[in-house]
Structure formats: structure tokens, C-alpha cells
């Protein structure tokens, strides 16, 4: 299995209804990708940071601390 790594913001709830409300018109388009991540999953990436073959790793809520 392969696990796909990034960070991501989390958006707040009036954010995703609004995007999940341009699915009709923007599956018009035919782009490329086929299927639509459920609302609840919806997020902005910010880094994506490659991906993993047989290790899950925990993920990291809150934000990140410089040092």
C-alpha cells in the first residue's frame, strides 16, 4: 500500500460547502481527475511531500513551530 504525504491547511465548514456547491459546474470541464474527495476532506495543500510505501506515519494536527 502507498501513502501519500503533505501538509495541509483545514478549512472551516462554510468554506467547503461553498466549494462542494461548484462540483456540478465545474465537472462540466471533463478535467483529468475522475472522482471527488468527500467535503469533509476537503483542505488546501500546501506542501506535498511525496509518498511512502508500506508505512503509515501519524499525522501532526496544529500548527508547526519554527525553531
Known amino acids: 500500500m502507498s501513502f501519500h504525504y503533505f501538509i495541509a491547511m483545514k478549512l472551516d465548514h462554510s468554506t467547503k460547502e461553498w466549494l462542494d456547491s461548484w462540483k456540478p459546474d465545474i465537472n462540466k470541464y471533463h478535467l483529468p481527475y475522475k472522482t471527488w474527495v468527500h467535503k469533509q476532506d476537503y483542505h488546501i495543500t500546501l ?12 499525522p501532526i494536527d496544529g500548527p508547526s513551530k519554527s525553531r
Request: proline content about 0%; overall charge positive.
Open 47 to 58: 506542501q506535498f511531500l511525496g509518498g511512502n510505501q508500506g508505512r503509515k506515519a501519524e
